[in-house]
């Protein structure tokens, strides 16, 4: 067997703390459990429900494993089983429930309801005729095909990763540890939905006065234009509660995302002169969560609240398990970037947060990549191969809360460089395009689940 875990052999890992605590790894030879160490075939232990099968039922046909509840990971689970419904589909994810990241600025400023972002994993998984696992991907035996969970170990013919995203504090100064959770719990990004998008709510109905600070990353993160929305809709949920604060935005690009530029530069100005200070051409060179201040090249700002976004990576799973590209600054998986598949292993993929091209990292950027990664495994599984089809993406921004108007960006990408082409752009907010903002997410909704 070889190893499956590359760069996982420094530091002291979780097999190591196994080893000391469950005895020894001849202990674990005695028990006839075999595994691969972090530096290459050994016996070590999997103690606990680690090394038992998964309760699940046997599988009914090709056993597929995904990795992840977000846009990509649902879709994926609902979508493989309508390609092939012979596949047998369990989706892993720790959560016990669904809340979505898309649409959430919207609830922030009152203008939909907590249900909207909320569903059933039980019942996507009912509805989708898969399996969800409740529980966490721990280690990947690739070679043996075996996915080694908290909940036990499963065996498949094939497995889609789509763990998400976690932060990357460092590229914004803080490479302490105590400051690193220091940041994450008291300024939350707001873009690991769940409890940071509830501690920002329960910010905003504490905010009496003073600065509030939101931050744009760099490098390509979840949504490319939602700071930008969420700003506005900051605003406007301080202009309608007579709030006396700004919502200062630190940028590091020259303007906001390009496309829609114009239209969030006209929402600034004329609607939220007085309350939003925008500020492009701004990187944070270190962020004190103690002190309530950021230092950036040219000044240090003090903040009464704040909602910091760092630059994002692919889920340290991905990582952990030796799949990252070496090369890539956000340390995404090294895929075939047309069919998704690791390189060396059809039978094991990679999409949505983690996956390393440039398209948006949206919703429907992920949902429509989902699509096409399920045709590709039902083709594989079946000796084929597929055209590549572009994702796309489809983005709704809404800057004004009263009446509810949006500005809107549709695009797919090209084969060569992935760089945008049928653009489709509408940078005039109106009500019409706020209206069709619900409509998209209500969509987006019933195709996931």
């Not at 989706?91 to 939909?112: G, H, Q, R, T």
Request: aromatic share 10%; proline share 6%; with cysteine.
């Amino acid at each position: 067997m070889t190893s499956r875990l590359g760069n996982r052999s420094k530091g002291f890992g979780r097999r190591q703390f196994l080893k000391l605590s469950g005895g020894s790894a001849l202990a674990a030879v005695a028990a006839g459990t075999t595994v691969v160490s972090a530096t290459g075939p050994a016996s070590a232990a999997i103690s606990g429900r680690t090394n038992k099968p998964a309760d699940l039922p046997a599988a009914s046909g090709p056993r597929c494993v995904v990795v992840g509840g977000g846009v990509s990971g649902t879709t994926l689970a609902k979508y493989l089983k309508k390609e092939n419904p012979k596949f047998d589909v369990v989706m892993v994810e720790p959560n016990a429930l669904y809340m979505s990241c898309f649409l959430s600025n919207l609830w922030l400023d009152d203008l939909i309801d907590l249900k909207t972002l909320q569903h059933s994993y039980c019942d996507a998984a009912r509805k989708g005729g898969y399996v969800w696992l409740q529980g966490k991907l721990i280690d990947l035996d690739r070679e043996a095909k075996r996915a080694f969970t908290s909940e036990g170990y499963i065996d498949y013919q094939y497995i889609a990763l789509a763990p998400g995203l976690d932060y990357n504090y460092a590229s914004i100064g803080i490479t302490d540890p105590v400051l690193a959770v220091a940041c994450a719990q008291n300024f939350p990004a707001g873009f690991k939905p769940g409890s940071e998008n509830l501690s920002i709510k329960g910010k905003l109905a504490n905010f009496e006065k003073g600065v509030f600070l939101t931050t744009v990353p760099s490098g390509n993160y979840r949504c490319l234009p939602a700071p930008y929305e969420r700003a506005c809709l900051l605003a406007d949920y301080f202009k309608k509660n007579k709030i006396k604060g700004k919502v200062v935005l630190l940028d590091p690009g020259e303007q906001p995302f390009a496309p829609k530029a114009p239209g969030f530069l006209a929402a600034f100005k004329e609607l939220y002169k007085d309350i939003i200070d925008y500020r492009p051409s701004t990187n944070i060179k270190s962020v004190d969560p103690i002190k309530k201040t950021v230092t950036t090249e040219f000044e240090t700002i003090s903040f009464d609240d704040a909602a910091i976004y760092p630059r994002v990576r692919a889920a340290k799973l991905i990582e952990e398990l030796g799949l990252s590209d070496p090369k890539s600054p956000q340390f995404e998986a090294d895929i075939d970037v047309y069919k998704y598949f690791v390189k060396g292993d059809k039978t094991c993929y990679a999409a949505g947060d983690c996956r390393p091209m440039p398209f948006s990292k949206s919703a429907n950027t992920a949902n429509s990549e989902a699509h096409y990664v399920a045709k590709v495994i039902a083709a594989a599984a079946a000796g084929k191969d597929i055209d590549w089809v572009s994702p796309y993406t489809i983005c709704y921004s809404m800057v004004n809360g009263k009446p509810e108007e949006a500005i809107m960006v549709k695009a797919k990408y090209d084969k060569q460089k992935f760089g945008f082409t049928d653009v489709e752009l509408d940078n005039k907010r109106s009500a019409a395009l706020g209206l069709a903002t619900h409509e998209w997410g209500a969509g987006l909704y019933r195709d996931m689940f």
